[in-house]
């Protein structure tokens, strides 16, 4: 019967004992209240705490991808879009994460919202569209000014799309079909520009060189004859007669 009597105790206070255990992943840490009050932090492994005193929250250490939901924003020009984009962040101060905000995940994804309206309403169409990775590296350092306090570190902010009104992507199709037809224009331009030149330079070298407009007039019939059923006629250029005519002045001479 003593024997009996002294188990209860020992079972209770075992069974105390073993409820204060707590298992803390490698990308965790707890941080743990004794009757209220922040006593300090747990780190990775089996770790005891006072049962029925102490209150340990473990808080994730890993980074987070938070999806901003799509916002209406109206930029410095006037045009209505909607843009969404993803915010990466993580805890560095577990204590400051539990402590100083009521719930870190909802504060910074709403910080990220109102940071995403307030700096793209700020902008104009053209530079939400070309300057996407200044945009980036802006909202990044303003939100994690804002939730350095509460001990959470932004690491990146990218903005993921922006829906453009249907009349707005009309314009900017208009504009780029626009764009593309002139730079056609300029190619055929140059291109043209630089047959002439070229013809220029030949017509040149066969003025300084009578001979080579008879050795081309000669390839033009060599190429003219190698084609089939073909009739062609064509005048006789007096350069070619011109030394034949001179021997017969010299003769009648």
């Known amino acids: 019967m003593q024997s009996l009597g002294l188990l209860v105790p020992i079972g209770l206070v075992v069974a105390w004992f073993v409820s204060g255990l707590r298992i803390i992943n490698e990308y965790e840490q707890g941080v743990v209240l004794r009757l209220g009050r922040y006593v300090g932090l747990r780190t990775a492994g089996l770790k005891w705490i006072v049962p029925f005193v102490d209150k340990m929250i473990v808080i994730d250490m890993r980074v987070t991808a938070e999806q901003v939901p799509p916002q209406d924003v109206i930029t410095r020009d006037n045009v209505s ?39 793209l309403g700020q902008l104009e169409m053209d530079d939400l569209l070309s300057q996407r990775e ?16 509460w001990g959470v570190k932004v690491t990146a902010v990218e903005v ?3 829906d453009l009104p249907e009349e707005m992507r009309r314009a900017m ?3 780029a079909e626009a764009e593309r037809e002139r730079r056609s224009k300029i190619i055929a331009a140059e291109g043209e520009f630089q047959a002439a030149e070229k013809l220029g ?53």
Not at 97 to 112: E, H, R
Not at 134 to 149: G, Y
């Open 201 to 253: 330079q030949a017509a040149d070298v066969i003025t300084r060189s009578p001979g080579a407009l008879q050795l081309r007039y000669m390839q033009t019939l060599v190429e003219i004859a190698t084609e089939k059923n073909s009739t062609i006629l064509f005048p006789l250029p007096i350069e070619l007669v011109k030394p034949f005519l001179q021997m017969a002045e010299k003769g009648e001479k």
């Open 173 to 175: 199709a208009k504009q």
């Open 81 to 119: 879009v909607k843009v969404s984009a993803v915010i990466y962040f993580r805890v560095l101060q577990a204590e400051r994460a539990f402590l100083q905000v009521t719930d870190f995940l909802f504060a910074t994804s709403q910080m990220a919202q109102t940071t995403l309206r307030s700096v």
């Open 160 to 162: 993921k799309q922006v």
């Open 134 to 149: 200044k945009i980036n590296r802006q909202l990044q350092e303003i939100i994690d000014r804002h939730t350095e306090p």
